[in-house]
């Protein structure tokens, strides 16, 4: 495996899982509560987690 590769790999996901995150949390506060705010504690914490289990299932997948 490539740490590059992999890197490279995690901060793509990081940006687009942050981004699809802070829309969703904003839509979700506009909706529900009238205002819309973003969760920033949970776009972060969401971004890392999911962002590191991918990475993880995408190249053990492809190592085997």
């Not at 495996?1 to 890197?7: A, D, L, P, Q, R």
């Not at 973003?38 to 987690?49: A, E």
């Amino acid at each position: 495996m490539n740490i590059k590769k992999i890197s490279i790999y995690f901060l793509w996901l990081f940006v687009l899982i942050f981004v699809v995150s802070a829309i969703v949390t904003f839509l979700y506060s506009f909706i529900a509560h009238g205002k819309g705010i973003i969760d920033w504690g949970t776009t972060v914490r969401l971004s890392v987690i999911l962002s590191i289990v991918l990475t993880l299932t995408n190249f053990i997948k492809n190592k085997n």
